[in-house]
């Protein structure tokens, strides 16, 4: 007797067992991406300078530098022009056929950057004592924040809509989801400097031209989802 009750405990579960519905994984990924204008302009000056005495070259570097700053500052504003100071090296000329010592260089560099770009633009044109090294735009952190999360609701939805869709192409009735995983990246196509830096000498107090141009921001979303015979549940 308890012999047949345990034969039929295990019928029980193994029929329970193959009544359950089958399920497969299937792994898919989707994404969503928005065209965001950069917004925060960054310009780099430096200057260089050499001479037969270290002191010299020194002085001649931090009163081009100290110059610049003082232009700078004028206009400095946190997060809309922020200013600080690049390097600042000296090193020793040699002379290619005796190896010996025989003059000093240096260089100094100033950053500035922020979303003001029209006063950054103008200062370009007040800087005489130090030139344009490099000009570029970016996204700015809220900028970029605020396009994620405009777009990630979209290439959720997505994701959502192809497990349904493979499901049914599969003959499956719905799907449960897995492992998910979300993540970000953002391209942004380089833009020509050099005439940028021309315009610099054509006139002392021009602001520089730019352009911004755009950036693409994109979420994707990738993971694994259980096949089901049983319909997805809204």
Known sequence: ?????????????????????PRERLSLSASATAEVTRDVLGVSFSTTRDGSEPTAVQAALKQALDAALAEARRVAKPGQVDVQTGGF??????????????????????QVEGRDTAAIAQLTGRISTLSIARVGYSLSREAREKAEADITTQAIGRYRAKAADYAKQFGYGGYVVGEINI?????????????????????????LPTEAGKASVTVNVSGSVQLTRESSPR
């Open 1 to 21: 007797m308890r012999v047949f009750a345990a034969l039929s405990v295990l019928t029980l579960a193994a029929a329970a067992q193959a009544a359950e519905a």
């Open 89 to 110: 090296s000296l090193y020793p000329r040699h002379d290619p056929k005796t190896g010996k010592i025989n003059g000093w260089q240096g260089s100094a560099e100033l």
């Open 183 to 207: 993540s970000s990246d953002e391209v942004s196509q380089p833009r020509p400097m050099m005439a940028m830096r021309m315009v610099k000498a054509e006139a002392a107090d021009a602001g």
